[in-house]
């Protein structure tokens, strides 16, 4: 168990509409990660926080993404009109000297 | 974007042989780290290396930071069922505690499947 919780596990939802992951890393830790896996792949970084701030955002972050950490704890990830393009393992962790990763949730869109 | 060069990409091996994998960049990375997930789940931290030519062990698994800086392998001792999986390398350009500590790079994995 890495402490780092993720829900849902998984998401199968139509094409068109909209999805919301949470992310509650390590309590202790104010680093935490956004990552989209797919298959065949190694993770792919998407967008970090530092506390409730939003540090960087990958070119992977379309406009149909965003991401909050309003409280400095819990993240939530919420990609807007879903295409296909967009199944895949998005994946959250915390750090520090490694990241430790949740255990994912699998988004499948239709 | 930018990918780490893993290598083999599958590996089939009887219970108890050895095995050994890695991961080679043309750029510095400054931290390696080596990941195994299972299906359906996150990857797991097996081993964290902080410094060029640096030999670290978790058990039966040992891992060597390149002293170019390029590379790194993991080496997986008197294996066991249990070990299959994928493995993955994982390189950070940046400092560990900068600020951009998390945004690893990762290799394409590979696939361990281990026979009894």
């Known amino acids: 168990d890495t402490g780092v919780s993720q829900d849902p596990r998984h998401k199968i939802t139509k094409r068109g509409q909209n999805v919301t992951f949470r992310c509650d890393p390590i309590?202790?830790?104010?680093?935490l990660y956004w990552y989209r896996q797919t298959l065949g792949q190694g993770p792919e970084f998407l967008t970090y926080?530092?506390?409730?701030?939003?540090?960087?955002k990958s070119r992977l972050l379309s406009d149909r993404f965003s991401a909050e950490r309003p409280k400095g704890s819990f993240s939530t990830l919420e990609i807007q009109r879903t295409e296909q393009g967009d199944s895949a393992m998005y994946l959250c962790a915390s750090d520090p000297r490694g990241l430790f990763f949740g255990e994912g949730s699998r988004l499948t869109v239709l | 974007g930018q990918q780490l060069n893993q290598s083999p990409q599958s590996m089939f091996i009887q219970e108890g042989e050895d095995v050994s994998m890695n991961c080679t960049s043309s750029s510095i990375f400054n931290t390696w780290l080596w990941y195994k997930q299972d299906p359906g789940e996150g990857p797991v931290l097996l081993i964290a290396l902080y410094k060029a030519g640096e030999l670290t062990s978790n058990g039966r698994l040992t891992a060597q930071f390149g002293i170019t800086r390029k590379d790194s392998f993991l080496n997986i001792s008197a294996s066991i069922p249990s070990d299959v999986g994928i493995y993955f390398c994982?390189?950070?350009?940046?400092?560990?505690?900068?600020?951009?500590?998390?945004?690893?790079?990762f290799g394409q994995g590979t696939i361990l499947t281990v026979h009894p």
């Open positions: 994982a390189g950070l350009q940046g400092n560990a505690g900068g600020t951009s500590y998390g945004k690893l790079t």
């Open positions: 309590s202790e830790h104010n680093r």
């Open positions: 926080f530092q506390n409730e701030a939003q540090l960087e």
